[in-house]
């Protein structure tokens, strides 16, 4: 199974935002940090937004932050509302003779109803917890003294 960049660019975002939750950052340096396009994470940071997974503040000295506690955010839901269609396989395309009684695609389905429940199985919170500190090293992530 393969995720789509949509997906991945919303859990590297909100895994930014988790793991430094004392301040706002913006859609230009979390592009920065991750080297992705910044016209890319603006919709998906849209989408992360409408779902109510993060939250804007605009105005100057405006940015986003997590709309939720990361142990409220589970991994299998946000793979969920990225993804949309999480069908392995298309048995809808005409041409396939065998559609009728063939066993493929309800093998297919189970792995992937295997596969979204490891993912049911964790939230943002345990992605990110005791690894704070090298993520923020990592995406040079600076924290404001005082």
């Known amino acids: 199974m393969n995720l789509t960049r949509h997906t991945d660019y919303a859990l590297r975002v909100l895994m930014y935002l988790g793991s430094q939750p004392e301040r706002l950052a913006t859609i230009s340096e979390i592009a920065e940090a991750y080297a992705v396009s910044r016209n890319h994470l603006m919709k ?3 989408e992360l937004g409408r779902a109510g997974l993060v939250r804007t503040v605009r105005g100057h000295g405006g940015g986003i932050e997590l709309g939720r506690d990361p142990v409220e955010i589970n991994v299998g839901v946000v793979v969920r509302l990225m993804e949309g269609n999480l069908d392995i396989i298309d048995c809808a395309k ?3 003779p065998i559609v ?12 992937r109803d295997a596969f979204l429940a490891v993912l049911d199985s964790y939230s943002l919170q345990d992605l990110i917890q005791s690894r704070r500190t090298r993520l923020k090293s990592l995406l040079r992530i600076d924290t404001p003294a005082g």
């Open 44 to 46: 998906v940071v849209h």
């Open 94 to 96: 005409p041409g396939c």
């Open 100 to 111: 009728a009684a063939c066993g493929l695609r309800g093998v297919l389905d189970e792995a």
